[in-house]
């Protein structure tokens, strides 16, 4: 049963309706139905334009491939909208992801009318980079309370390596001597947390994962992620999968696991 406490109410609205697919769409370039087909296709070419919409009376009718095209009118090449590839201006970001895993493109419509691309790489945009990067940051600091709260006074450190730990507490002191007053948990990585939660039966139990290795493969995906996003890195080629699950489980990240404890949530 979804959870209904204001602050997950305001999540909800932060990354359903916070950005939409009009944040991220490009405006569909169209071309009347009786152009020359040719002089579509070298236009098409010039401007790196794989998709154009197509116009009658006023009115964007359908869609031309460049590819498709030869000799001829272009209303002898047009190609109809598929109804399951056309959103609205106001869908979620969420949506546009799920169903670019269907098609390269996206319409959108704008009044009622198409007047707007989504392709995936219009997923590389600040929106969806900002969208992605607060559910990643979401994620872990949900990891950071629930490690704290099933594991408290540092008894995770049995679930890492000597090396790992090690590693820490050199933070741990170097920022100290900064005058940073922080905790151990404060200066172990995103993956670290991962590998507790993976190690510790009760925590893992709290996961919709099925293996500890699911869950270390994940928390490696999800900072690879965030670095990436982190440094303005491509987000497409290597992170899609990550970009996906995070999509189809936008409900589970909002929520948070069972049993954490909600104060402050």
């Not at 997950?8 to 139905?33: C, K, M, T, W």
């Not at 290795?213 to 290597?238: P, V």
Request: charged share 25%; hydrophobic share 40%.
């Amino acid at each position: 049963m979804p959870i209904h406490t204001p602050a997950v109410q305001n999540l909800r609205r932060v990354f359903h309706e916070g950005f939409s697919a009009y944040d991220i769409s490009e405006p569909l370039v169209s071309f009347d139905a009786t152009s020359a087909a040719e002089s579509i296709r070298s236009l098409m070419k010039e401007h790196g334009y794989e998709v154009v919409g197509v116009r009658e009376e006023g009115v964007v009718i359908g869609y031309l491939n460049q590819s498709d095209l030869t000799d001829g009118p272009c209303a002898d090449f047009v190609q109809s909208f598929d109804d399951n590839y056309v959103i609205a201006e106001t869908d979620s970001l969420a949506d546009v992801v799920l169903k670019l895993q269907e098609t390269p493109r996206l319409f959108v419509s704008l009044l009622g009318r198409v007047g707007g691309i989504i392709t995936r790489s219009d997923l590389q945009k600040p929106p969806v980079r900002m969208w992605l990067f607060g559910m990643v940051t979401l994620i872990e600091m949900r990891c950071t309370r629930i490690i704290e709260q099933f594991c408290p006074d540092d008894r995770w450190q049995q679930f890492l390596s000597d090396g790992r730990v090690r590693k820490a507490r050199e933070l741990l002191a170097e920022r100290m001597r900064r005058n940073q007053h922080l905790d151990l948990m404060s200066c172990i990585q995103f993956s670290d947390k991962g590998q507790i939660i993976a190690r510790n039966a009760e925590l893992r139990e709290l996961t919709r994962f099925e293996s500890r290795r699911q869950i270390e493969q994940t928390f490696k995906a999800l900072e690879r992620l965030r670095n990436n996003l982190a440094h303005s890195q491509d987000i497409i080629t290597g992170d899609w999968e990550i970009i996906v699950q995070l999509s189809e489980n936008l409900e589970s990240v909002l929520e948070g696991p069972p049993g954490l404890s909600r104060a402050g949530k």
